[in-house]
């Protein structure tokens, strides 16, 4: 799960404890901080050390005294006062409020070579022959000098940034640059294709026979310099999508960027595909224990999950051309990591990120379903396995609605759960699969809880795993499981909900 995965949790948290009349007494409303998006009532515990804050809008900043909010408020160099305050993993400053931050001109940022976050993508067949969805975002990354760096790091990371180790600091001004970039609006993006090398031991797809030319894409850059459309490609030498099972690969890299390279999927209308989520999945995160996440985020390499990886090489050796989707609704502007880490680790496959246009409230609740949505309708007649873990509140609300809008699309949804093994407070709601069929999910505690499964058989549970499945509120830590929570999970009393909702507040 990630950051923003948590703030769109805690504004659904958030909303139902607004929803209840008499709210729970340690929460007292605060004076709202920024009007600009449709208000729930904010909600904060009042016991110092306060450590969860709810903010209006879809922000939920964590805090401690030591920790990201106090930084911020003592504003770091005074560069952060003037960028104002950019929410933990969202609404990270962008265009012109960096480059003033940085006290750069136009003729410096003119002079710098433009980059591309090119996001590998999909394609699918259609009439017309192949079409790639090519996404991403243009920018111009400054020569941000290392006091400055340091100064900014120091926002991201808990606790005192110079105790870190000399490669954690490394990561952690890596990724800090990689945050306070000046995206480029309003201009092409042309993009160059040819065959992908074959990638020694890595899985995922084969060679292209062909598909080599240029091609620009028929929109520019939107204010917020991404890229996101569907583009027709010619053949030059494709397989038509009709005529193999195979995925297709091609290597794109955008001209005139360095940093631009990245492989397209082209992937055929039937078959099967994974749609994967990262952290606490994947890799360690333990975005529910915030110091953690952050220090797992920004300073640490990223470590796998257990052995994750022999499950995927597992099934990416069983299940004939599966396709391997990585959908992590993680800011588009720190992803290179993810990237870089999976590929390394994991099948090759396509990547959706959140990209930075996602403004309003409805569309950042809502970002999973629409990036699920369009593979969904993209690939009509393939089967879909979807994992994550149950930390994600959308991902707990949008795997098992993909399962009752396109019964024939869902194959397996498997969903780890981390409140049965990690310290994990927060709970998940399992309302949304009522009525689906327990062949075609499972509630699982390690990877190899996954081994030996028939997924193309259509048996996604195994059936020595006790499920607990409640259909309501669930935390393995908070003992609210099995038959002990049906009372609390069954009743609709909202009094009980905004009591759990106090509960956590005050344990977090
Ligand atoms: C494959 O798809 C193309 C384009 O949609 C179509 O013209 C052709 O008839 C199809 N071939 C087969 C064998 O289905
Ligand atoms: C680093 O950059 C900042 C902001 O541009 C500037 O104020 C500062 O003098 C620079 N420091 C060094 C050591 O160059
Ligand atoms: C930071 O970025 C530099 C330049 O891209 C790279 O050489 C280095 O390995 C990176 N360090 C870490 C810890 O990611
Ligand atoms: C994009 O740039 C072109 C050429 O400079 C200009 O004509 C057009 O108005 C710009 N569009 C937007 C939305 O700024
Ligand atoms: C797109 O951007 C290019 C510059 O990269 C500009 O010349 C062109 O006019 C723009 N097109 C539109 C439709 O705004
Ligand atoms: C591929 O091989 C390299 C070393 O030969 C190894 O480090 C890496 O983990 C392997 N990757 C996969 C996906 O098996
Ligand atoms: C991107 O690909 C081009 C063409 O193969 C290559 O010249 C360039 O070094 C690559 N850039 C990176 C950063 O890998
Ligand atoms: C290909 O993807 C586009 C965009 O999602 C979709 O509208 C179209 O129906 C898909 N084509 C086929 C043949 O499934
Ligand atoms: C669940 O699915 C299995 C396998 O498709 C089927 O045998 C079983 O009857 C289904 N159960 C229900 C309650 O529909
Ligand atoms: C089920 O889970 C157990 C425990 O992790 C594992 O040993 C077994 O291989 C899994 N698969 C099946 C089909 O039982
Ligand atoms: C991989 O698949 C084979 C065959 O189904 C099985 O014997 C083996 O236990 C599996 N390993 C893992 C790690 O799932
Ligand atoms: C189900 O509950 C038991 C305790 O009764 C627990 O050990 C197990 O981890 C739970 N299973 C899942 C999938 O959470």
């Excluded at 606790?159 to 001004?173: H, K, M, T």
């Excluded at 039937?270 to 995160?285: A, E, K, P, Q």
């Excluded at 920004?298 to 090489?313: T, V």
């Excluded at 075609?440 to 081994?451: A, E, G, R, S, V």
Aim: aromatic content about 10%.
């Amino acid at each position: 799960m990630t950051y923003s995965q948590l703030l769109a949790g805690a504004a659904i948290l958030c909303a139902v404890a607004s929803a209840v009349p008499a709210p729970a007494p340690t929460a007292k409303p605060q004076p709202v901080a920024d009007a600009q998006q449709p208000q729930v009532t904010p909600f904060r515990v009042q016991n110092e050390p306060t450590r969860v804050l709810f903010e209006p809008t879809t922000t939920l900043a964590i805090y401690r005294r030591d920790n990201i909010l106090s930084k911020i408020e003592s504003g770091v160099g005074g560069v952060l006062s003037k960028l104002g305050i950019p929410n933990f993993f969202q609404d990270f400053p962008t265009g012109d409020k960096v480059q003033s931050s940085l006290g750069i001109d136009d003729a410096q940022l003119a002079a710098l070579p433009t980059q591309v976050l090119n996001l590998p993508p999909y394609g699918n067949w259609t009439d017309q022959g192949w079409q790639i969805r090519f996404h991403g975002n243009v920018y111009k990354q400054p020569n941000t000098n290392l006091t400055t760096l340091n100064k900014l790091a120091n926002i991201f990371v808990p606790g005192d940034f110079n105790q870190l180790q000399p490669s954690e600091q490394d990561q952690a001004r890596n990724l800090t640059a990689e945050i306070f970039v000046v995206q480029q609006a309003n201009v092409s993006v042309t993009m160059h294709l040819e065959p992908a090398p074959p990638s020694g031991n890595q899985t995922g797809g084969v060679t292209a026979p062909g598909g080599s030319q240029d091609i620009t894409l028929p929109y520019n850059t939107t204010a917020e310099g991404d890229f996101d459309n569907f583009t027709p490609i010619k053949m030059n030498g494709l397989l038509p999508g009709n005529q193999t099972a195979e995925i297709q690969k091609l290597n794109v890299y955008a001209t005139g960027a360095t940093l631009g390279n990245a492989t397209a999927y082209l992937v055929p209308p039937t078959g099967y595909t994974v749609i994967s989520d990262i952290d606490d999945i994947l890799r360690v995160t333990k975005i529910y224990q915030p110091k953690e996440g952050l220090l797992n985020s920004f300073a640490r390499p990223f470590a796998s999950w257990l052995n994750m990886p022999d499950i995927y090489a597992n099934w990416s050796n069983t299940v004939p051309n599966l396709h391997f989707h990585y959908l992590t609704t993680t800011p588009e502007q720190v992803t290179r990591n993810y990237m870089d880490y999976i590929f390394k680790t994991y099948p090759l496959g396509s990547f959706d990120t959140r990209p930075l246009n996602f403004s309003d409230i409805a569309a950042t609740l809502s970002i999973r379903k629409f990036l699920l949505t369009k593979i969904f309708e993209t690939f009509p007649q393939r089967k879909f396995i979807l994992v994550a873990d149950t930390s994600n509140s959308d991902v707990m609300k949008d795997y098992p609605l993909m399962a009752t809008t396109y019964p024939n699309q869902v194959q397996c949804i498997f969903l780890r759960n981390t409140s049965a093994t990690d310290d994990d407070k927060f709970p998940y709601d399992t309302s949304g699969f009522k009525g689906i069929n327990q062949t075609k999910y499972m509630f699982f505690i390690q990877p190899d809880d996954l081994m030996n499964l028939n997924i193309a058989g259509g048996n996604c549970y195994n059936s020595t795993i006790k499920q607990n499945v409640t259909f309501g509120l669930q935390d393995e830590l908070l003992g609210i499981h099995g038959s002990s929570a049906s009372t609390l999970a069954t009743s609709s009393s909202s009094a009980l909900i905004a009591f759990i909702v106090a509960a956590l507040f005050l344990i977090t």
